[in-house]
């Protein structure tokens, strides 16, 4: 039971350390970690802002994910980019969890 343990605290560290080296990137001005079901785990960003783009963004890649497998059976998608006036969204979905990065594109 231990060395499972000590794998989540060394993974969960490995993770906040990801987590520290995105936000400090020029721009960033959000991290956003989802689980498979739409849930937000982690944030860097304020309550409403992490729920409406959990939301919004958990239904979009899951239709974004949807349409590259309808048009290849074989394939999947690995990362999505959305590019507006405003910002940019940086979805990166994994079988578990969805890591949203928010940024000035202009920075």
Known sequence: MLPNLLFVCFFQAEVEETLKRIQSQKGVQGIIVVNSEGIPIKSTVDNSTTVQYAGLMHSFIM????????????????????RSKKNEIMIAPDKDYFLIVIQNPTE
């Open 63 to 82: 239709k974004a994910r949807s349409t590259v497998r309808d048009i290849d059976p074989q394939n999947d998608l690995t990362f999505l980019r959305i």
